[in-house]
């Protein structure tokens, strides 16, 4: 990526999505903006108002609308312009290369959030919060990458630099001024390296949560051939999706289903029954049911209630009951007195089901939604329990819990970016789309 090296070169690429839609916008960012609208926007006055709407017809031929952002009062923190024509690729296509010849580069993916943070508009978390936006697909991703678009994770910090910062000052205090250490200010310091450490663990404990938002559940579909997997996965999604059949063994590859319950994209996999096969695809299909299984973090079992429990349910059900909630099928045939009874073809039971799977849903409010938020709060406190080592013995000497707690503050930097290596940035900001 070139964004951190021509990064005074004024950059354009299309903002909305790729492919076909009736309107399209394009961004220009930097100082020639101006200069370059003068060659493509003709309808533009010579005194030009800002985040004001001018329309017209473009040099391509397209019309539409043009708003220009002088330099601090726009996304990218730069003077730039926002165009909007017709959202034929070809009429965009067109367009910037309008753009292009008139001196603008096209943008590296994530350039114009990079400049946003370069410029100081915002800090890295945020600009991860603008892709999180972008990227959502539930509302509980949206509203958790909102928090982090409006800064949360750098206001929820604070209480966390405080600490560290006041660790610091006293450990710093007692290596310049005495010889012995002096047993108060070690104390403040291990109290406030503990109070650190207290905010990392409420950050850590949120993890599996917003992995949950993030990733979703996944819930495998387990059981013996005929159990009814694959109808009941056609039931939860509503669609004839896996072929069904009154012949044992029909499944032979694993199904991959999505759902979204309570905000939480749920992963939904039917597989292959669980049996003693001499039939070589199906041993493969049956090896990957038991992987499924291993990584899941939840199992639906199946068992066919109007014939009743086996031996062979028994064993599975042994291995697995620790994260699998059990579910007694065809009760329109017979009933059974264990498990959740359900019946595809009346519908009984689906709704309990639902509820069941519900209960598996984490609740709360995570840190963050972003993996690499928990890495480093994980590194943070490593940092801080090396700190927390040395202050509490009196052998090893004090400096050293210094050079620990920098260390944590210039990990807590890279999460917001003050203190992000170039490669760190470059690497975040690259997986970010064209556009962004
Ligand atoms: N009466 C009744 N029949 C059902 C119900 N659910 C499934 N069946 C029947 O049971 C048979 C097996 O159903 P599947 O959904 O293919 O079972 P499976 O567990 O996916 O089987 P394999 O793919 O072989 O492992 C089919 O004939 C279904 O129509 C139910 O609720 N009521
Ligand atoms: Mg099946």
């Known amino acids: 990526m070139s964004g951190l090296a021509g990064w005074t070169e004024t950059i354009a690429a299309r903002i909305t999505g790729p492919g076909k839609g009736a309107v399209a916008v394009v961004r220009i960012s930097g100082s020639r903006t101006v200069e370059i609208l003068n060659q493509v926007v003709p309808f533009l006055p010579p005194a030009i108002s800002f985040r004001h709407a001018y329309y017209g017809t473009f040099s391509t031929g397209d019309d539409g609308l043009v708003t220009v952002f002088s ?22 296509q067109r367009l910037l290369e309008a753009i292009f010849q008139a001196g603008a580069r096209p943008a590296e993916p994530g350039e114009f959030s990079l400049r946003a943070f370069l410029n100081g508009q915002i800090d890295l978390s945020q600009a991860e919060g603008i892709r999180e936006t972008v ?49 108060v200010g070690i104390d403040l310091a291990i109290y406030k390296v503990d109070e650190a450490i207290a905010f990392c663990d409420r950050f850590l404990a949120t993890e599996p949560l917003a992995r949950q ?28 999706r896996a072929i069904v059949t009154p012949i044992p063994g029909t499944t032979r590859d694993s199904i991959e289903e999505r759902l979204v319950l309570d905000g939480i994209p749920i992963r939904i996999v039917d597989t292959a029954g669980l049996r003693e096969s001499g039939d070589v695809v199906e041993q493969l299909g049956i090896a990957r049911t038991q992987d499924l299984m291993e990584q899941s973090d939840l199992i639906l079992y199946l068992f066919d209630g109007s014939l009743g429990w086996t031996d062979i349910d028994r064993d599975q059900w042994q291995r697995i009951e620790d994260k699998a909630v059990l579910v007694a099928t065809k009760s329109d045939l017979g ?95 690259s997986q970010f789309c064209i556009g962004k």
């Open 335 to 429: 009933q059974s007195d264990r498990g959740i009874g359900i019946s595809v073809l009346t519908g009984s039971g689906l709704p309990e089901l639902i509820s069941a799977l519900k209960k598996h849903i984490l609740v709360g409010e995570p840190a963050s939604l972003v993996e690499r938020h928990y890495e480093i709060i994980l590194e943070v406190r490593t940092c801080l329990s090396e700190a927390r080592t040395v202050l509490c013995n009196p052998t090893v000497p004090d400096d050293l819990a210094s050079v620990s707690l920098r260390s944590a503050l210039r990990k807590i930097g890279e999460l917001t970016g003050e203190s992000a290596p170039a490669d760190v940035l470059e690497q975040i900001f």
């Open 71 to 92: 330099e601090g009062a726009s996304f990218t923190g730069e003077l730039s312009a926002e165009l909007s024509g017709h959202g034929s690729p070809v009429a965009v």
């Open 135 to 183: 990227d959502a697909v539930t509302d509980r991703q949206l509203f958790e990458a909102h928090r982090l678009r409006e800064g949360r994770i750098s206001q929820e910090l604070e209480g966390l630099l405080s600490a560290v910062r006041h660790a610091l000052t006293t450990v710093e205090a007692l290596t310049d001024f005495s010889e012995e250490l002096d047993g």
């Open 213 to 240: 938002i993030r990733e979703g559940m996944l819930v495998v579909l387990a059981g013996q051939p005929n159990a009814g997997k694959s109808s009941l996965l056609n039931a939860l999604i509503k669609e004839d």
